[in-house]
């Protein structure tokens, strides 16, 4: 499995950025789906994850009402809308999947990572 993000950039403080996560695998509808980010001298921790179906959702509280998870699994994309950024969101964010139908949060649930894509926040 193969995850490429995209979609990172400098925005201000109350803007938006579309994040999007291309996979490189035969089965997308069998992976769930997770991003994660990780800020310059922290832990990487958990943003959002979907499941393979797209029913099930699961966000961090600091970014509950703010992002959006989706993913279309014809286009083997998941897409992470941010709205409403704040400076502390900048870091670098990861997509993650892992072979399961089973929607997870913790990072080493994960085996398969993509890049990163910088987001930067200024205020």
């Known amino acids: 499995v193969q995850l490429q993000a995209s979609g990172g950039g400098l925005v201000q403080a109350g803007g938006s950025l579309r994040l999007s996560c291309a996979a490189s695998v035969r089965t997308f509808a069998r992976y769930a789906m997770g991003w994660f980010r990780q800020a310059p001298g922290k832990e990487r921790e958990f943003v959002a994850a979907i499941s393979w179906s797209g029913a099930s959702t699961n966000y961090a509280n600091s970014d509950y009402g703010r992002f959006t998870i989706s993913r279309d699994n014809a286009k083997n994309a998941v897409d992470l809308q941010m709205s409403s950024l704040k400076p502390e969101d900048t870091a670098v964010y990861y997509c993650?999947?892992?072979?399961?139908?089973?929607?997870?949060?913790?990072?080493?649930?994960?085996?398969?990572w993509g890049q990163g894509t910088q987001v930067t926040v200024s205020s």
């Open positions: 993650a999947a892992r072979h399961s139908t089973v929607v997870e949060t913790t990072s080493n649930e994960y085996a398969y």
